[in-house]
């Protein structure tokens, strides 16, 4: 049976249409529509229950060389009160998943997707042989919500006494929001400024419901699965599962910068050196439709009667007002302006090869 998060209750009374997603109830959908909801997020500011997202606490004496071990990120350069985006792979350069890493004080806090939680639990587990070192996951005891968009800042700062003006994007502090004990991370998945929190789970209703009046003024509206989707689609950050899965290493995924290999060995680094000096043998890559069809996940990319690639994520996106899809496909049709067709329904339609991103973040760096 599906799991509910604490805020069940409360999407049900917004009108949120509740689905299974990753062993969870949430909502894919408020009355307002996903259309509405996204554009909301880039104009105004929207409040995301991820409380199904998995939390692991690292710490103690070797918790640097055990993160170097398991992560793609040079763990050593990570400074205190900073997030990092890192991978962890396996032997082939496969990725387990993908994560965010808030460096503390006295710990590493780190942030992975639903479906893998217990997965990653068990493969840092069992890798810490060797390492001084305590893996605990946290998720059950963790809420998490995140608030976006360009009014975040301003609906926080009046329920958070930290100076949130000055906080940087990709950092993290621990402070209060409604007098709860928060991690705060200025982070987030949208391609928006904003916010990523987490919270005592016992306190979930209180902080929801104090971040949902304080945002009133704002314009702020509860956000779902389909929005949450192509808010990250349009700048093109990674899924797991679709983008980036076990089958896929992170060079081939536009990930490189991501792989720090001269740090030294890590899990998975001479595959993805072999991927490196070898090249991939397929990119990702944005579609643009130029011909009716909406592009869905598994669809074959083709040039004449040649299957070149598949289809990852695709959709219609409100900002960019176009169907646009990513991909995988052969490298030698993965330059801009090539012309490629994707079968959709038994027939063939046209689309051409787009720079990506769709949408250039608007976060200050």
Same mark, same amino acid.
């Given at each position: 049976m599906a799991k509910q998060t604490a805020l069940y209750d409360r999407h049900v009374a917004l009108g949120g249409r509740m689905v299974e997603f990753a062993g969870w109830m949430l909502p894919v959908q408020y009355p307002t529509g996903p259309k509405e909801e996204h554009l909301r997020v880039r104009e105004a500011a929207g409040l995301f229950d991820i409380d199904h997202m998995g939390q692991i606490v690292v710490h103690g004496a070797d918790a640097v060389p055990f993160l170097q071990h398991v992560l793609t990120a040079d763990v050593s350069s990570f400074e205190v009160g900073r997030a990092y985006y890192g991978l962890m792979c396996y032997d082939d350069g496969g990725v387990v998943d993908d994560t965010f890493v808030y460096r503390l004080p006295d710990r590493y806090f780190v942030v992975v997707n639903a479906a893998n939680n217990a997965k990653d639990t068990r493969w840092l587990d069992y890798h810490r042989a060797g390492f001084d070192v305590t893996v605990e996951n946290v998720s059950d005891a963790t809420y998490m919500l995140a608030l976006q968009g360009p009014k975040a800042e301003a609906i926080l700062s009046s329920l958070c006494p930290a100076e949130l003006s000055t906080m940087p994007y990709h950092t993290v502090i621990e402070t209060e929001v409604l007098g709860v004990p928060t991690i705060v991370g200025r982070t987030g998945y949208t391609?928006?400024?904003?916010?990523?929190?987490?919270?005592?789970?016992?306190?979930?209703?209180? =902080?929801?419901? #104090?971040?949902?009046?304080?945002? %009133?003024?704002?314009? @702020?509206?509860?956000?779902?699965? &389909?929005?949450?989707? /192509?808010?990250?689609?349009?700048?093109?950050?990674?899924?797991?599962?679709?983008?980036?899965?076990?089958?896929?290493?992170?060079?081939?995924?536009?990930?490189?910068?991501?792989?720090?290999?001269?740090?030294?060995?890590?899990?998975?680094?001479?595959?993805?050196?072999?991927?490196?000096?070898?090249?991939?043998?397929?990119?990702?890559?944005?579609?643009?439709?130029?011909?009716?069809?909406?592009?869905?996940?598994?669809?074959?990319?083709?040039?004449?009667?040649?299957?070149?690639?598949? =289809?990852?994520? #695709?959709?219609?996106?409100?900002? %960019?007002?176009?169907? @646009?899809?990513?991909?995988?496909? &052969?490298?030698?049709? /993965?330059?801009?302006?090539?012309?490629?067709?994707?079968?959709?329904?038994?027939?063939?339609?046209?689309?051409?090869?787009?720079?990506?991103?769709?949408?250039?973040?608007?976060?200050?760096?």
């Open positions: 391609g928006e400024d904003g916010f990523e929190l987490f919270f005592s789970a016992e306190r979930a209703v209180d =902080v929801w419901d #104090g971040i949902m009046d304080a945002g %009133a003024p704002h314009g @702020l509206l509860p956000i779902g699965l &389909a929005a949450r989707d /192509s808010l990250r689609f349009e700048p093109c950050f990674p899924l797991y599962g679709q983008e980036i899965s076990a089958m896929v290493d992170p060079i081939e995924a536009g990930l490189g910068w991501a792989v720090a290999l001269s740090k030294g060995p890590f899990i998975g680094r001479e595959a993805l050196l072999k991927t490196r000096l070898e090249g991939a043998p397929n990119r990702l890559v944005g579609l643009r439709m130029t011909q009716g069809g909406v592009p869905r996940h598994g669809y074959e990319v083709v040039v004449g009667d040649v299957v070149v690639g598949e =289809v990852t994520t #695709g959709m219609y996106a409100p900002t %960019a007002e176009a169907f @646009l899809a990513l991909a995988y496909v &052969a490298t030698e049709y /993965s330059t801009p302006g090539t012309e490629v067709g994707i079968m959709i329904r038994d027939r063939v339609r046209s689309a051409v090869v787009e720079k990506i991103p769709f949408y250039r973040p608007t976060y200050r760096r």
